[in-house]
């Protein structure tokens, strides 16, 4: 299931999104993927790694940003995140 997860990432979004060895900080330009590298790696380790969602930590600067990447992580995972 992990290539679901890496199609349509170019080689350092899929770098960051399989990052194993503990946290990780995405810091990037504007318009570089950092909200889908988050999403895609929330994603990743919820289905692949069996990570629960109540044991992760997305950290964006506005509520607007939190929910839409709430949302599209729980569309790729086909399963509510408030947990």
């Not at 060895?21 to 570089?32: D, K, Q, T, W, Y």
């Not at 994603?43 to 790694?49: N, Q």
Request: glycine share 8%; aromatic share 2%.
């Amino acid at each position: 299931m992990a290539d679901e997860f890496l199609k349509d990432l170019n080689d350092q979004q899929k770098a960051a999104v399989l990052h194993s060895g503990g946290p990780a900080v995405v810091l990037a330009g504007a318009g570089s993927g950092k909200t889908r590298v988050i999403i895609h790696r929330l994603a990743l380790l919820i289905s692949d790694r069996g990570v629960r969602p109540s044991q992760l930590l997305a950290m964006t600067f506005t509520n607007k940003a939190a929910q839409e990447m709430r949302t599209r992580a729980a569309l790729m995972v086909d399963r509510s995140l408030r947990d």
